[in-house]
């Protein structure tokens, strides 16, 4: 068999276009949905994603702002930005692209935004909502994972999930979304003993450790669903996921690509959790 392909830039594209109508009915009423992206120094992976993150929201109809600052910007200015940002009514989203340099303190900054404006879904406020059920957003890679499973019209109820991966960006978060769906979950990460018996045992696997072919064929039940986060770099510097994506589709039933699969979701979710922030505050005005 050869497993079916979950295409992310398609199911990207179709939540823009869900988005941008969202927007325009927005505008109507006299709101423009808007997201600061924060940037501080001159990362160059960053530099691509800021880069990509605006132009989808330009696409959309959604303002977005990039506002860069150097690497030596002090971390009590930052905070002190974030608070500018926290206080005008007229910025929805605050997103603080990550990684930050080494003399400030990420988790401080992250949990100086309003957990309002939190699109980025990584504020304690963001995972308090998700671990009871409440309504909150959702980190952006995990809540693209879900929408690709859904996308499949796959039904995790009473599956074996298998979340390769232990961060609080991705696996903790993508463990608990899988669990509100009545899925059964175990969370491995690279030294798990035995990592070969735990997924094969999988309906689900998640690959999200950012180790190269973590996850080979002879790891996959035949006809699982394969979730592949990674973003690596092979010898020849190609892009490439955590899972050995030409002999794992041979035994899968479906599969994401790298690039084109979570990477392109990542960023529509954004725009889902920006846009969805804007219709919150509307309510409230």
């Not at 050869?2 to 276009?17: M, P, V």
């Not at 927005?26 to 501080?40: N, Q």
């Not at 180790?211 to 510097?237: E, F, H, S, W």
């Not at 690039?259 to 409230?284: D, F, I, Q, W, Y």
Request: net charge neutral; charged share 20%; aromatic share 4%.
């Amino acid at each position: 068999m050869t497993a079916a392909l979950i295409d992310g830039n398609a199911l990207a594209q179709s939540i823009r276009t869900d988005v941008a109508g969202r927007t325009q009915a927005l505008k109507a009423r006299g709101i423009t949905p808007r997201l600061a992206i924060v940037l501080v120094g001159e990362d160059p992976a960053s530099q691509v994603y800021v880069k990509h993150k605006v132009n989808d929201s330009q696409q959309t109809g959604l303002e977005a702002t990039l506002e860069r600052f150097p690497a030596d910007l002090t971390e009590a200015a930052l905070l002190a930005h974030i608070d500018k940002l926290n206080n005008d009514a007229a910025v929805h989203g605050i997103l603080v692209q990550l990684p930050l340099p080494k003399h400030m303190d990420a988790h401080k900054v992250i949990e100086r935004i309003a957990p309002a404006k939190d699109v980025d879904g990584f504020h304690v406020a963001s995972a308090g909502a998700l671990m009871v059920g409440q309504p909150g957003f959702w980190p952006c890679t995990p809540f693209g994972c879900m929408k690709m499973i859904e996308s499949i019209g796959y039904n995790l109820r009473g599956k074996h999930a298998v979340v390769i991966g232990r961060s609080n960006i991705v696996g903790k978060p993508m463990a608990l979304m899988l669990l509100q769906q009545n899925a059964t979950v175990s969370i491995c990460h690279s030294a798990t003993p035995d990592l070969k018996a735990m997924t094969l045992q999988a309906d689900v696997i998640v690959a999200a450790v950012g180790k190269q072919n973590i996850l080979t064929a002879d790891m996959v039940k035949p006809g699982a669903v394969v979730i592949d986060v990674g973003m690596n770099r092979n010898d020849q510097g190609k892009l490439c996921g955590d899972v050995d994506f030409d002999g794992v589709k041979q035994v899968a039933g479906w599969i994401t690509p790298v690039p084109g699969g979570v990477g392109p979701m990542t960023r529509a979710m954004l725009l889902v959790n920006t846009l969805t922030a804007a219709e919150n505050a509307s309510k409230s005005v």
